[in-house]
């Protein structure tokens, strides 16, 4: 069942689901993008949430009255709609892992270090939200055996480009900012540049996979120790 | 280019516009000015449209030397406003010549001024806005959202007005007075127990020093918060109560999704008084509905040509 709320005087939140699952992301993605095609005028922001999306809209042009009439038809053909055939762009990203938290993670997780760059690179992952920072992209799921909580005392800094996990997610921080997951590698390539269009490669739905290379090839491809 | 140059920047002026529109689903905050109802004024008085690029000076202390002939207008916060030593009257347009220096004092009241130029400063925007965001390193003059520094130079053009002219002073407000603030309650609201809401109303908040442009923090007797949620799309003005009880208003700068559970959502035009307080300052809030607040909202936007 889907709910339309006010989330004030210039938003409108769907609430899609009560619980994320797997297919979810790809379909919001898909959803946002009609939205978009259909009511962009009226529209000055649309952000997926883990079960949501919020809609900002142009309050000189329309109100959440008539958004959600509009929308009716839109959410009724989207309910009904197949899932399989979706399938979000696949990324394969580098990462050096020799993350500072390497060892430690290692440790808290009974496994060698080694384990656990196996372990985290045989994932295939999928964007599910964007957010906290410009092109920070939430990656799920991560192996159970890596879940870990987040570091007591978050880092005030942590280098761009830095691959990190917590819980059963796992990221790259696009710039340097503080954070506190546990830091196993670096990607070479910037995810978020405003010289590009997009500026962020990744988007909602996308899925991703990491190889593995060394510090040499982490210079070669553009990547600063 | 010619412009205005910066001899002092003050411990926090930030160029802004209409805000970053439209990347809020990579993350990107909208930003803008804190105070857009002083940030309209401001543009308004030079008859430069909605949303054009100006000046934020948090606290004041600023000195700047035009290199060329324009006209400005400051609204906002009571900085003494000289030019070339002599005063000049708040919340109005005044010309400005090549040579001449404009200074603003410490605020005596309020907390930011906007200092408006005739047809905007001419920044390069970057993805579409030129809104300073220090967190995410985006906008203002060089494009990585750093603060106004001495030496800068700020880019504009000339105008010229016949009169000077000011701000009506039934327009103007008190930054004095303890503020009643509007709030739609919404969100997360109906899963607060009963009392919490009504303690949230009740009580007299104090504005944390801990505040930015990211949110205001309240200080008070700790609410008791429903359990977290899946992150979601956050928007300005949203109230935020996280697990310490004390609600966090998101203003301009804010991040884009948030997890923690809503309260509602302070009255836009109230988020304009809000950002004037000082620290400690104390506040009261009132519920209010929201057909009632676009009404309003709308009036202001299409009076200020939004």
Not at chain 2, 32 to 61: C, F, I, K, S, Y
Request: charged share 20%; hydrophobic share 40%.
């Amino acid at each position: 069942m889907i709910r339309l709320e006010p989330a004030g005087a210039e938003a409108l939140l769907l609430v899609l689901a009560e619980q994320p699952d797997a297919l979810l992301p790809q379909r919001i993605a898909l959803l946002t993008e009609r939205i978009r095609g259909e009511l962009g005028p009226f529209l000055t922001d649309l952000v997926p949430g883990w079960t949501s999306l919020l809609l900002h809209y142009d309050l000189c042009r329309t109100d959440h009255l008539q958004l959600a009439e509009r929308l009716k038809p839109l959410l009724e053909r989207w309910i009904d709609e197949p899932s399989s055939k979706l399938a979000g762009r696949l990324h394969e990203i580098p990462i050096c892992y020799s993350g500072e938290d390497l060892p430690e993670v290692a440790r808290l997780c009974r496994l060698s270090v080694t384990q656990v760059i196996e372990l985290h690179a045989a994932g295939d992952y999928q964007v599910g939200a964007i957010g906290f920072a410009p092109g920070f992209a939430y990656l799920g799921e991560l192996h159970p055996r890596l879940a870990l909580p987040r570091r007591a005392t978050p880092r005030l800094a942590v280098p761009a480009g830095s691959l990190a996990i917590a819980e059963r997610q796992t990221a790259i921080y696009p710039h340097s900012s503080p954070g506190g997951w546990h830091l196993l590698g670096r990607c070479p390539w910037p995810l978020f540049d405003v010289a590009r269009v997009p500026p962020c490669p990744l988007a909602l739905g996308d899925r991703v996979r990491f190889r593995v290379i060394d510090e040499r090839s982490f210079v070669a491809e553009g990547g600063q120790l | 280019m010619k412009g205005l140059r910066v001899l002092k920047p003050g411990p926090l002026s930030l160029l802004q516009d209409g805000g970053r529109r439209g990347w809020q689903h990579l993350g990107v905050s909208p930003s803008g000015p804190l105070d857009m109802h002083a940030a309209a004024w401001a543009n308004r008085l030079l008859h430069n449209p909605w949303g054009t690029p100006l000046l934020e000076v948090a606290l004041g202390d600023v000195e700047l030397q035009a290199e060329l002939d324009t006209w400005v207008a400051v609204c906002g916060a009571a900085m003494p406003l000289t030019v070339d030593d002599e005063p000049q009257p708040p919340w109005s347009r005044l010309p400005l010549r090549a040579g001449q220096r404009l200074k603003l004092g410490f605020a005596r009241s309020g907390q930011r001024a906007y200092l408006a130029v005739a047809g905007g400063f001419l920044v390069a925007p970057v993805l579409g806005s030129i809104s300073t965001q220090q967190r995410e390193g985006l906008g203002g003059l060089r494009g990585e959202g750093a603060p106004l520094q001495a030496g800068d130079l700020l880019p504009c053009g000339s105008g010229s007005f016949v009169f000077k002219a000011s701000v009506p002073w039934p327009y103007l407000p008190d930054y004095g007075c303890k503020p009643l603030l509007r709030v739609i309650t919404g969100g997360d609201a109906a899963h607060f127990e009963e009392d919490q809401l009504q303690g949230f109303f009740a009580q007299h908040w104090r504005l944390s020093p801990q505040s930015d442009r990211m949110g205001a923090r309240l200080l008070g007797e700790a609410l008791q918060a429903p359990a977290r949620q899946w992150s979601l799309g956050v928007g300005r003005g949203a109230i935020q109560v996280p697990p310490d009880g004390q609600p966090i208003i998101l203003q301009a700068d804010h991040q884009t999704m948030g997890g923690y559970p809503l309260l509602g959502w302070l009255h836009p035009l109230d988020q304009s008084r809000l950002a004037q307080c000082p620290a400690y300052h104390e506040l009261r809030f009132t519920p209010v509905s929201v057909s009632d607040t676009q009404a309003e909202l709308r009036e202001f936007y299409q009076f200020f040509g939004r």
